[in-house]
């Protein structure tokens, strides 16, 4: 069952124009840009820059319209394919992957990736990359074996998950079954990046509450190795902004 008083992200969908507004813009009174753009993409590029997550597949299964953390993934697969549970978010995502009218702009988010990587004039080359290699974006069912039914996808060599298990699991029991699912996509010896926030109990988008699963670093890691995948590396940042627009500590 699910509080009244928030709605699921999975169920009810939220506004994919307004999470990003909220949370990924540009705008000057943006406060999130250390916690949900520096930050992880500090730590992404470095995984793959080194060189030892690499291969054909990665699958990117997220919520919202987020492509800002694919930059550090591109040049790195031949195919991305981005799965997304809602409609509106596909509709999104499809709107700046054609560069139609209106897509959101993510060059303050591109900017970011090259001046780490040391590749400032990169910045068209960068959003270019992306745009080629997320070619496919799927509709996924989370309450089918096969969440793609009746597509069969190749098993990914690496997948990105950021915030979903998060938003549509209802408890830890919940968590750990989804991420079961989620890993039968993967290659044997493939990799996993997880993003999310610690401690959350709810989001806002636009005038909507959505609910997330509250747990700590210690259920996360546990529930990694109770899948047997073997942590290579984690990272924690303490929250800087403070905004009633989400609820979470770490």
């Keep these: 069952m699910y509080s009244s008083t928030f709605k699921c992200y999975h169920v009810h ?16 009174d943006m406060i999130f840009e250390d916690d949900l753009l520096t930050f992880p993409i500090k730590n992404l590029v470095k995984p793959f820059t080194v060189g030892h997550i690499k291969g054909d597949v990665l699958i990117d299964l997220s919520i919202g319209s987020l492509v800002h953390y694919l930059y550090a993934a591109s040049g ?74 009746p597509i069969v996808l190749p098993l990914a060599d690496c997948i990105i998950s950021w915030g979903f298990l998060d938003s549509i ?21 493939g990799h996993l990046l997880l ?6 109990t709810y989001y806002t988008v636009g005038k909507d509450k959505i609910r997330a699963l509250i747990y700590d670093e ?30 979470y500590s770490l």
């Design 195 to 200: 993003i999310g926030c610690l401690d959350v």
């Design 218 to 247: 210690d259920f996360v890691r546990k529930a990694l190795a109770g899948e047997e995948f073997v942590i290579d590396d984690c990272k924690v940042k303490k929250r800087t902004a403070l905004s009633d627009l989400i609820d």
């Design 76 to 149: 790195f697969f031949k195919h991305i394919i981005v799965l997304k549970a809602s409609d509106r978010c596909i509709l999104e995502l499809k709107r700046w992957l054609d560069s139609r009218t209106g897509a959101f702009h993510w060059g303050h988010a591109t900017k970011i990736h090259v001046e780490m990587e040391g590749n400032s004039g990169q910045l068209q080359d960068k959003e270019g990359k992306v745009k080629e290699a997320a070619q496919h974006v799927v509709k996924c069912h989370l309450d089918k074996e096969n969440m793609t039914d």
């Design 13 to 28: 969908g939220f506004d994919s124009r307004q999470f990003l507004e909220h949370y990924f813009s540009d705008k000057p």
């Design 169 to 189: 699991s209802k408890d830890q029991n919940d968590y750990i079954r989804y991420l079961r699912k989620i890993s039968r996509l993967l290659k044997p010896g």
